[in-house]
């Protein structure tokens, strides 16, 4: 059977203001799919901007513009900041797209038609930059419970989908399938806070307003938001279109990779359209956690905002890449912080990384003219890192078919300081004084090479540009993942002109 790998961020709300904690969703995305594309899966991955509501229409007002115009400036900024980060999707999807619009449109038609939608007056608290309705209990003080902001009394005729009756079989969807909802303690809360206690059926249109997707049937009304930005992970594959290839051939989704904050949207209302839609629900939905900065999430109005490129055309991709990727552990938040980051990238990309390679690509050079093949002269000290290597692939397999980014992180570099460790142990400079040691010398600089390689293989889901840059110096550019494993009778031809990886970054106060 071909194997398929889904792949999904959240779509952005368009913002000038995209700071390094917004990158977080769509750079373990980038790195997933990345992982799975060397790995043989066809694979799709789709990320955009969810262009409709309230906020954006009255964003473009203040800056004197027509909504899509704003839009439009915005969105260009999003995807020039995805592609300084190496953002490798397959479609970029703006809800303003006329192939999602005509979809939306026709997806709350059939709902209104099997009566999963009806229509009823609205009365009840919302929270405009959330775009989310709350009750009178969930409001309390009269504050959004997601963004602490007011929330203000709406009324008005409005259009409702049946959450309600799909509760049970939502209930029972969740407690039979344990990974749908990851981390677990998500899963809990949803259950325990949100679905046990009753859905409440959940108002789907708006009239206030006029920048969102009409009801076709009755234009007064826009779509609400919700339903809209959810529909994508479907209407960009081309779902219910005589061009569905794509949804026949991706849907389910392998994953949504989502904020913990937006968890709720995809796992209740989400699966309940899906069910309503008579589809398949994705395998799984992953909360992670945020960057935050002394315990605050980071934004412009707290003042510890900075725009991402900055770090990036300062200290390079990959390293912004990795500390967000190491620094956020399966589910938690993560600290971000100038210095969190400059140490991160000398401790394990300069230090122990770097260092491994060039002091490897060094010695081959110095004893052998950078020409080494495995002369087999296996030793005890050889076991614990040759066993490691055997083994990482399925082991990092493993890890991100889990989700766990970091531990992966965490795992490969446990390999490269092993072979610095190892370096330490067999001295191969002082192999190198004995004539008789000079075989033992080149199996010990083979298994180093070996170490360096199979590790850039991995690493080139996460931090692709240095870990092509590695492959080039130890002279294998092909870096397929059957590759990734201890081969016994290779031969390396390594660069005679190495460069340094990643140069050591002082802190600002040293
Ligand atoms: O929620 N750390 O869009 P959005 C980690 N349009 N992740 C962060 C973060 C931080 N400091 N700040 C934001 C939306 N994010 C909707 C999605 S999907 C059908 C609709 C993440 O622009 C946040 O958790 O507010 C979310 O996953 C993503 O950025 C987009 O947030």
């Not at 390094?20 to 992982?35: E, K, V």
């Amino acid at each position: 059977m071909e194997k398929k790998y889904y792949i999904t961020t959240p779509i952005y709300y368009p913002s000038a203001n995209f700071h390094i904690g917004h990158c977080y969703s769509t750079i373990i995305a980038d790195s997933l799919a990345r992982y799975k594309r060397l790995d043989g899966y066809d694979t799709y991955f789709l990320t955009g901007s969810d262009e409709h509501g309230q906020k954006i229409e009255k964003k473009a007002e203040e800056a004197g513009v027509a909504p899509k115009e704003y839009v439009d400036k915005i969105v260009e900024n999003a995807k020039d900041l995805w592609n300084s980060l190496g953002i490798t999707y397959d479609r970029f999807i703006r809800t303003t797209d006329t192939d999602h619009v005509e979809i939306v449109g026709n997806i709350f038609k059939k709902l209104y038609d099997q009566d999963d939608i009806y229509k009823g007056t609205y009365k009840g608290l919302y929270c405009t930059p959330c775009e989310s309705f709350w009750t009178e209990t969930q409001a309390k003080d009269g504050k959004c419970p997601d963004c602490g902001r007011e929330v203000h009394e709406v009324s008005e005729e409005a259009y409702f989908l049946k959450l309600s009756k799909y509760q049970k079989r939502l209930e029972e969807y969740i407690e039979t399938h344990p990974s749908f909802i990851q981390p677990e303690s998500r899963k809990n809360e949803m259950l325990n806070n949100f679905i046990k206690p009753g859905l409440e059926d959940l108002c789907v249109s708006r009239t206030s307003f006029k920048w969102g997707i009409p009801v076709t049937f009755d234009p007064e009304h826009v779509v609400y938001v919700w339903l809209d930005a959810l529909s994508n992970y479907i209407t960009a594959l081309g779902y219910s279109t005589d061009k569905d290839e794509k949804f026949k051939k991706f849907w389910p989704a392998d994953v949504h990779i989502v904020g913990k904050e937006i968890v709720r949207f995809h796992t209740i209302i989400w699966p309940i359209i899906l069910m309503a839609l008579d589809l398949p629900l994705p395998e799984k939905v992953f909360g992670h956690g945020w960057l935050v900065i002394e315990g605050n999430k980071i934004s412009k109005s707290l003042g510890n905002y900075k725009d991402p490129r900055d770090y990036i055309d300062k200290y390079g991709v990959d390293p912004v890449r990795y500390f967000v990727l190491r620094e956020i552990p399966f589910g938690n938040d993560g600290n971000f912080s100038e210095e969190a980051l400059i140490n991160r990238t000398n401790s394990d990309l300069a230090n122990i990384w770097g260092n491994l390679v060039n002091r490897t690509i060094g010695m081959a050079n110095k004893y052998f003219e950078g020409q080494i093949e495995n002369t087999e002269q296996v030793e005890d000290a050889d076991k614990e890192l040759r066993e490691k290597l055997c083994t990482l692939k399925a082991n990092i397999d493993e890890k991100i078919d889990h989700l766990q980014v970091s531990k992966a992180l965490e795992e490969i570099f446990e390999v490269l300081r092993l072979s610095n460790k190892y370096i330490d142990d067999t001295a191969p400079w002082i192999l190198a004084k004995d004539e008789t040691k000079k075989t033992r010398l080149q199996t010990v600089l083979y298994n180093l090479l070996e170490a360096i390689r199979i590790a850039a293989i991995l690493l080139k889901a996460f931090v692709p540009t240095s870990a092509e840059d590695v492959l080039k110096q130890i002279g294998k550019n092909q870096g397929d993942f059957q590759n990734a494993t201890y081969i016994e009778n290779g031969t390396y031809s390594v660069t005679k002109e190495p460069h340094p990886l990643f140069q050591r970054i002082e802190l600002p106060n040293e």
